[in-house]
């Protein structure tokens, strides 16, 4: 069974509780992009029934997680914009909240000091956009 959240953090919550309600033995779950608490999550673990989080991973919590190495993703992309001469960069991330924006900000500022360009915190990390609604062609 899959479960969308729209990327809202109410409608995780909601999703967990209902598929935990004897519906599932199991979850693999990918976080909103507006989850920042994670006690839903803490309150399931205490039940004995398996959680596996991928993607965007809760690193407060005993649960296995499969991850992406993020961090040297963003260095290989930086070194990449660096050698094409690139000199202003900017980055776009996620939740601050969440493991995959840290350690692709780790490999950005990493690259940036390596070549000495300035972090200009006032300007970035830029936070990523709210989706909206499409526009029909």
Known sequence: MICQSNETHTTEVANIQKLMTNWIDGLLICHSLDTSSFEHIKLQITKGKPLIHFYRVCMDTATSKVIVEDRKGAEVIMEHLVQQGCTRIAIIVGSP????TTKKLQG???ILKRYDYPFEKDSWPIPILKKQPSTKW
Do not use: A, C, F, S
């Open 97 to 100: 909240h969440l493991l995959i």
């Open 108 to 110: 950005y500022r990493h």
